[in-house]
């Protein structure tokens, strides 16, 4: 099991920056691929960015490529996205999601589908 608690969303002005931290608890964290998704009013939930469980190797949708980077910190159960350039199309709310299923692979988990676990979100509002 993993709980998942999202925070550091907020308002910020386009082409501003932000920094979302997800905190894990549970055994199965440190054996997890974690991921965050977003989604906008009236849209599906879409992937951002993943992190293998030792963090050696990261994906990020194409959409943010170059603006968001994901990390993690398996000694503070925790994974941050790093969000610079922001736009109003970056506004929705972002999840956390973990992937157990996905701990000894080489393959990047891109679909709600390969997350178990979700937080609760966290609201990103960028004006322009």
Not at 95 to 122: E, L, N
Request: net charge positive; hydrophobic share 35%.
């Amino acid at each position: 099991q993993v709980q998942l608690v999202e925070s550091g969303g907020g308002l910020v002005q386009a082409g501003g920056s932000l920094r979302l931290s997800c905190a894990a608890s549970g055994r199965t964290f440190s054996e997890s691929a974690m991921g965050w998704f977003r989604q906008a009013p009236g849209k599906d939930r879409e992937f951002v960015a993943t992190v293998t469980r030792r963090a050696f190797n990261t994906y990020v949708a194409d959409s943010v490529k170059g603006r968001f980077t994901i990390s993690r910190d398996n000694a503070k159960n925790a994974v941050s996205l790093q969000m610079n350039s922001l736009k109003p199309e970056d506004t929705a709310v972002y999840y956390c999601a973990a992937a157990p299923r996905y701990a000894g692979t080489y393959i990047f988990p891109k679909s709600s589908d390969d997350y178990d676990y979700w937080g609760q979100g966290t609201q990103v509002t960028v004006s322009s």
